[in-house]
């Protein structure tokens, strides 16, 4: 028997020549790698399409908060809101009309017309010894350190000249407004109602312009 007679085959075949068949390894272990690697790149890839839509139906996600963190584009309603809900209501407010000019007739004029505007009217006659000819201005309203952030804004919106002050030794919740020497009238009614409406109004909480 040849040398190169393949064992097991008992001479029945031999190989003659100087060429004979090379014995090739099973590529069943290339395909596996090839087929598990393509897997997790197709996995991958859903992967981050899905991250994206969900990144999109949700507005941005963390990006989103963190350029609202910086106030650019955050909406907020700023601290004049939560005065505007503590401001009195006009018929709320009491009014004492006080006249310190040499005019007469002035305060109960203007005691009148501020009735009909919805306030309330307490006491009305000419001003104290403290006040009296003393006021070159339009007005004064004096009123207790309570009323420096509630009734005094909008008493004032009827005469926007008017001077504010506040007085800890005060009496009561009512106002005095004490007509002064330049006095001519109230506000017109278009324009104090007007000036009441946005003293009154919630702050706005549109955007920003670009957000």
């Not at 981050?48 to 963190?69: N, P």
């Not at 004490?178 to 549109?206: C, M, R, V």
Request: with cysteine; glycine share 12%; aromatic share 4%.
């Amino acid at each position: 028997m040849s040398m190169l007679t393949p064992p097991g085959m008992g001479g029945k075949y031999r190989i003659t020549g100087d060429k004979y068949p090379r014995m090739r390894r099973p590529r069943r272990r290339g395909r596996l790698v090839f087929l598990t690697v393509a897997c997790v790149a197709v996995l991958g890839v859903i992967g981050w399409g899905t991250l994206q839509l969900i990144d999109v139906f949700t507005g941005g996600g963390k990006k989103a908060t963190a350029s609202g963190s910086k106030g650019d584009c955050r909406t907020k309603a700023g601290p004049s809101s939560a005065a505007a809900a503590a401001l009195p209501a006009p018929g709320s407010i009491t009014v004492n009309v006080f006249n310190a000019t040499p005019r007469s007739g002035l305060a109960k004029q203007t005691a009148d017309e501020l009735k009909k505007r919805g306030f309330r009217i307490g006491e009305v006659g000419n001003a104290s010894k403290d006040y009296d000819k003393k006021v070159p201005g339009t007005a004064v309203l004096l009123g207790p350190a309570s009323s420096l952030n509630t009734s005094l804004p909008v008493l004032a919106t009827q005469l926007a000249g008017a001077e504010r002050r506040t007085d800890a030794a005060h009496k009561g919740a009512a106002i005095d407004l004490i007509i002064g020497n330049t006095f001519k009238s109230l506000d017109a009614k278009p324009a104090a109602d007007q000036a009441l409406k946005k003293l009154t109004a919630p702050a706005s909480t549109a955007p920003k312009k670009g957000c």
